[in-house]
T-cell receptor, first 116, second 113 residues
């Protein structure tokens, strides 16, 4: 079974500052990794995903994440945040099965608060 | 449709009543998933369909919960004899087969009073 830990429940940051949202996972098998964002009163939107290949993954809205197998981490970063990035961010993991079916295991989320 | 549509958006029901939550996936998406998200938590897997076949229902908490997708498109999650602990956001997602990363709907917030 897999599990995901997002240690920071809330991250306050000033506009145009860099940010890192931390995600660590646990699994006995190979995994796929995902970051989703939830804006207020909206559904979850896929930001980026790691399936294989390059460990640095670029996503939408200027976000990127780096897969570190030895540290079992998949931290999300953005060099300069905007007010509009204020949202809840969820890290998720699934087994890397080539079945087309994914059971995602989510972390508890990190609320990013961007202030002027 | 353009996105995953869920209805109703909000549902308040009395304890003991049955509720049916509807999910209309993106046209052409054969995989459909249901998740439940409690306040302050991440979504938790409930069940999964491939076309009309329910492939995995290991996340359904007990036999009061059931789901169907009879024609391989719209899905209904039914909760019988609701209890206060069933209060949560229920999320539906869909994807193409083999596409890693779902599209989620906006969810149905269920409150049992």
């Amino acid at each position: 079974a897999q599990s995901v830990t997002q240690l920071d429940s809330q991250v306050p940051v000033f506009e145009e500052a860099p940010v890192e949202l931390r995600c660590n996972y646990s699994s006995s098998v190979s995994v796929y990794l995902f970051w989703y964002v939830q804006y207020p009163n909206q559904g979850l939107q896929l930001l980026l995903k790691y399936l294989s290949g390059s460990t640095l993954v670029k996503g939408i809205n200027g976000f990127e994440a780096e897969f570190n197998k030895s540290q079992t981490s998949f931290h999300l970063r953005k060099p300069s945040v905007h007010i509009s990035d204020t949202a809840e961010y969820f890290c998720a993991v699934s087994e890397s099965l080539n079945t087309g079916f994914q059971k995602l295991v989510f972390g508890t989320g990190t609320r990013l608060l961007v202030s002027p | 449709g353009a996105g995953v549509s869920q209805s109703p958006r909000y549902k308040v029901t009395k304890r003991g009543q049955d509720v049916a939550l509807r999910c209309d996936p993106i046209s052409g998406h054969v995989s459909l998933y249901w998740y439940r998200q409690a306040l302050g938590q991440g979504p938790e897997f409930l069940t999964y369909f491939n076309y009309e076949a329910q492939q995995d229902k290991s996340g359904l908490p007990n036999d009061r919960f059931s789901a169907e997708r009879p024609e391989g498109s719209i899905s209904t999650l039914t909760i019988q004899r609701t209890e206060q602990r069933d209060s949560a956001m229920y999320r539906c997602a869909s994807s193409l087969v083999g596409n890693y990363g779902y599209t989620f709907g906006s969810g149905t917030r269920l409150t049992v009073v």
